[in-house]
C-alpha cells in the first residue's frame, strides 16, 4: 500500500494545489458579482456556464489526450487556467466572467480526467479504493483551504493573483515525474435510458444531487453574504461545508453496505431536507450557521456515492464503468441548471431561497426513493456493491474501482 501511496504522491500534491488554488473562484467570482450590484439571476448565470464547460470537457478531453498525451494536455489545461484567473482582474462584467467560468470548466475536466486515469494506471489492484480516498481527500482538502485566499489583504485583485500562482505550480509535480504515462481506454457508450431502465433512483438521484450542489456552489457565497457575512466569515462557511462533506462519507458508506441502500438513501435525503430548512431560516452568522452547514455538507455529498452505488448493485461488473459516464453526465446537467434555478428562487424569497430550492429538490428525490421501495425489492446486503468513500468526478476515476474489493 506504501509504495502505491509513495508513486502517486506527485499526482496527489498537483490536485491538491490545482484546487487550492482554483477551488476558491467559484466563491470569489460570485462574491465579487454580488457586492457589485449583479442581479442573483445573471450570476446564476455565470456559474452555470462552469458546469457547462465541465460538461463539454468531460465529453471531449479524451480524444485529445489520446492525441498528445497527458503531460501536455495536463500542462495546456493548467496554464490555460492560470490565464483566466488572471483574467478576472482585467475586466469585471458579467458576459466576459461567464466565457472565463465556462473555460475554467473545460480546463477543470481535462486536468480530472489526466489525473484520474494517471492513478488508475499507478494503483495496485489492493490499494486502488484507498488511493482514490487520497485523491478525493487532496481534492477536497485543498478545496476547503483554498477558501481562506478570500481574506487576502492587499489590492483587489491579490486573491486572483495568489490563486493563479498555485494553480501554475501545481504543473511542477507532473512536468518533473517519470511515471509512464498511461493508455486512456475508449469506453463504450451507455445511454442514460438504460441506466433508468436498470436503476431509477440512481439515475434521478445523481441528477437531483447535481442541482443541489450546482446550486451551492454557485450560490452559496450570495446566500451567505446577503445573511451580513463578512468575507472571512464566508470564506470559513464555504470551507466548512466541503469539510463537512469528507466528514460522514464513511460512516454513511458502512451503513449503506450493511443494510438496505435505499434506506440509508431516504435517511439522508430527509435529513438534507431538515437542514436546509433550517439553513434557510437562519438569518445571520454564528455558531448555529457552521453546525448546520456542516450538516448540509456532510449529508448532501454523500448523496452522490450513495446513488452510484446504488446504481452499481444494479449493473454487471463490465457496465459499471462505461455506466459511470451516464452518471457523471446526469449529475452535470443538473449542475449546469443549479446555479440558474437556485438563483431564481432567491429572487422570489430571498437569500433563504437558495437552500428552500435546494431542499425541495431533496424533498421530491426523498419521494422518489420512497417510492421506489414499493416499487422493487431491495438488493440482499450481501450482493450490494461497496460504497466507494468519496465520490467520483470523472468517469476514468470509476476505473480505480473496477476489481472487487472485500467488505469489512
Same mark, same amino acid.
Given at each position: 500500500m506504501l509504495s502505491s501511496f509513495i508513486t502517486t504522491r506527485g499526482l496527489l500534491l498537483a490536485i491538491f494545489m490545482l484546487m487550492a488554488g482554483n $477551488?476558491?473562484?467559484? =466563491?470569489?467570482?460570485?462574491?465579487? /458579482?454580488?457586492?457589485?450590484?449583479? !442581479?442573483?439571476?445573471?450570476? $446564476?448565470?455565470?456559474? =452555470?456556464?462552469?458546469?457547462?464547460? /465541465?460538461?463539454?470537457?468531460?465529453? !471531449?478531453?479524451?480524444p485529445i489526450i489520446r492525441r498528445v498525451g497527458h503531460i501536455r494536455t495536463f500542462a495546456a489545461a493548467v496554464s490555460l487556467l492560470s490565464a483566466t484567473t488572471l483574467a478576472y482582474t482585467v475586466f469585471q462584467g458579467t458576459g466576459f466572467w461567464a466565457l472565463l467560468r465556462f473555460i475554467d470548466g473545460l480546463s477543470v475536466a481535462a486536468v480530472f480526467i489526466c489525473l484520474e486515469s494517471w492513478l488508475n494506471e499507478q494503483a495496485?489492484?489492493?490499494?486502488r479504493g484507498s488511493v482514490l480516498a487520497a485523491y478525493m481527500i487532496c481534492l477536497y482538502a485543498g478545496q476547503s483551504l483554498g477558501q481562506f485566499l478570500l481574506n487576502l489583504g492587499g489590492p483587489a485583485a491579490a486573491p486572483f493573483i495568489a490563486s493563479s500562482l498555485l494553480i501554475s505550480l501545481s504543473i511542477l509535480p507532473i512536468a518533473l515525474t517519470r511515471m509512464k504515462e498511461p493508455v486512456v481506454a475508449q469506453q463504450a457508450p451507455f445511454s442514460v435510458h438504460r441506466l433508468y431502465t436498470a436503476s431509477p433512483l440512481g439515475v434521478v438521484g445523481c441528477g437531483m444531487i447535481g442541482l443541489m450542489l450546482g446550486a451551492f456552489y454557485g450560490m452559496g457565497a450570495v446566500y451567505a453574504r446577503r445573511l451580513g457575512l463578512e468575507m472571512s466569515e464566508i470564506a470559513l462557511f464555504m470551507s466548512v461545508v466541503i469539510a463537512g462533506g469528507v466528514a460522514l462519507q464513511w460512516p454513511v458508506g458502512w451503513l449503506s453496505d450493511r443494510f438496505d441502500r435505499r434506506a440509508v438513501i431516504v435517511a439522508v435525503l430527509l435529513g438534507t431536507t431538515a437542514v436546509c430548512g433550517g439553513l434557510a431560516w437562519v438569518t445571520g452568522s454564528g455558531p448555529v450557521l457552521l453546525i448546520l452547514g456542516l450538516l448540509f455538507g456532510g449529508l448532501s455529498f454523500a448523496l452522490y456515492p450513495l446513488c452510484v452505488a446504488h446504481t452499481n448493485d444494479h449493473l454487471s461488473a463490465e457496465q459499471r464503468v462505461s455506466a459511470s459516464g451516464g452518471l457523471v453526465l446526469t449529475y452535470s446537467i443538473g449542475a449546469a441548471a443549479g446555479p440558474t434555478a437556485g438563483a431564481g428562487v432567491m429572487m422570489a424569497a430571498g437569500a433563504g431561497g437558495l437552500f428552500l430550492f435546494i431542499g425541495a429538490c431533496a424533498l421530491l428525490t426523498l419521494i422518489f426513493a420512497l417510492w421506489r421501495q414499493i416499487r422493487r425489492e431491495p438488493v440482499p446486503s450481501e450482493l450490494q456493491q461497496p460504497y466507494q468513500i468519496l465520490p467520483r468526478t470523472t468517469p476514468a476515476a470509476a476505473e480505480l474501482d473496477r476489481l472487487p474489493r472485500s467488505k469489512n
Open positions: $477551488g476558491v473562484i467559484s =466563491t470569489l467570482v460570485s462574491f465579487r /458579482l454580488e457586492s457589485a450590484g449583479t !442581479r442573483a439571476g445573471l450570476i $446564476g448565470l455565470v456559474a =452555470t456556464s462552469y458546469f457547462i464547460g /465541465l460538461t463539454v470537457g468531460a465529453l !471531449r478531453v479524451s495496485e489492484s489492493g490499494t
